[in-house]
């Protein structure tokens, strides 16, 4: 009876193990990340913490067209045009600031609702990352490329 419990034991580790090791095995390509990057279509508003709001429109299998911005009461405090393009099979993120200077981060990491964009050479921020929860709420955080610099977005799919 005792040996039956640890074979089960055992084959109940090693099956944990095998769903661990292929669910963090997600390594899409450049074509897949695109596609999962579809969720962050729509409108999207801050629900605590800095209020910003950012608005998502695929435009085609290979390029999304965003715009950032703040409100302070009925005037725009801050506005940037976004966009996400893949060249080949690399992925870019870029923001487009009034003064018209473009900034681009390349895609490093993709999963199925997170996705890390870098720039190295960018003071702030160097790291871009987005992570969708519950396909409603958008969480995003910029910092410096050594990590000790973080700001946190929190916001909200309106529609």
Known sequence: M????IKWFFMMVIFS?????????????GSQSIKDLKQLEGNWKSYKGVVFNENWIYESENFFKGIGFSLNENDTSFYEN???KMYNDTIYYSVILESDRVT???LTEAKKHKWTFVNPDNEFPS???YEIENDTL?????????GNKEQFFWL????
């Open 104 to 106: 681009k981060f390349k």
């Open 138 to 146: 958008l969480n995003i955080s910029i910092s410096n490329i050594r």
């Open 82 to 84: 976004l966009s996400i």
């Open 17 to 29: 193990s095998i769903i661990i090791v292929m669910s963090s095995c997600y390594r899409p390509t």
């Open 2 to 5: 005792m040996a039956l419990k």
């Open 156 to 159: 909200k799919k309106v529609k």
């Open 127 to 129: 790291i871009i990352n």
